[in-house]
Structures are given as C-alpha cells and as structure tokens.
C-alpha cells in the first residue's frame, strides 16, 4: 500500500486528490452520458466521491477504493433514474450529437453502453459495479451496441 493511499485512509484532503486524480474524467464522462445535464452530472460525481472519501478507510488498496467510488457513482447514477419516472428531465438546449442518440437508449443500455465504452469493463465487471445481473448487462450491452451501430449508419 503507498504511503499516498495511507495518508488518504488516515483523512489527507491532498492525498485523496492525488488517488481521485486518477479517477475523475472517466467518473464525469460516465455520468455525463449518463444523465440529462451537466450539472447533474457534476453532483453525481461530487456526491460519490464524497461517500467514498468517508468510507476510504473500509478499502485495504487503492484498487478495491476505485471499486468503491465508481459503485457510489452507480448508485447516484440510477438514483436519478428513478427521478426521471417520475419527471421527464429537463435535457440541454444543444446536447452533442452523441449524447442525443445516447438518449434514445434505455437507462440500463445507455448505462452499460457508457461503462463499457469509458471504462473498458467486460459484462462480469460491470455487474459487480451496478447491482444488474451479468446476463441483464449482457443483454443490455448488445442491445445498446445493436442500436447506437444502426444509428451510426444512417450519418
């Protein structure tokens, strides 16, 4: 364990900067294609970071504390989900082309499609992170890769 990572686990404000560091674009890339806005992808990824930050001293390594961050970045992710059944959200007046086609996905295909493509993350690993099954994420995950392949092609 790094001296960096033990000083984060003992309260070091800079020490867990420098480990979040490493962390933060692909966390803010995820909830941006993720969710309706940027703000609410900005208070996503601040309030994971914060409920990891407390819960730091729970993780043995600097592996299993990413585990921990992208799985509270997770939980806000579908915690807004739930908020969009209820609601319909209230989209960016100009959002990338991208991003506009990623809303025509369902939230489990776009979540999974997002995992996938930011992080790298097989079915299996997705899994643990979300709380899906592997075979829901499976299925989510071709969906998703049916779709935005159909879509790409009609530019």
Not at 2 to 20: L, M, P, V, W
Not at 21 to 45: C, F, G, P, T, W
Not at 119 to 133: D, R
Request: charged content about 30%; hydrophobic content about 40%; overall charge positive.
């Amino acid at each position: 364990m790094s001296d960096t990572y033990k000083n984060a686990q003992n309260g070091d404000i800079q020490a867990f900067a420098e480990i979040y560091s490493k962390m933060y674009i692909k966390l803010y890339y995820l909830a941006y294609h993720s969710l309706a806005n940027r703000d609410e992808a900005v208070n996503a990824v601040k309030t994971a970071s914060a409920e990891a930050f407390s819960a730091i001293r729970d993780c043995s390594a600097e592996e299993e504390f990413n585990g921990l961050l992208l799985k509270k970045l997770c939980e806000q992710i579908i915690r807004y989900y739930r908020e969009y059944r209820k609601r319909l959200p209230e989209y960016e007046t100009n959002p990338t082309y991208i991003k506009s086609v990623m809303r025509k996905l369902t939230d489990a295909e776009r979540f999974t499609a997002s995992v996938w493509a930011i992080f790298g993350f097989n079915p299996k690993e997705i899994s643990m992170f979300s709380g899906l099954s592997e075979k829901v994420v499976e299925a989510k995950l071709k969906s998703a890769i049916l779709k935005l392949e159909k879509q790409f092609q009609t530019v």
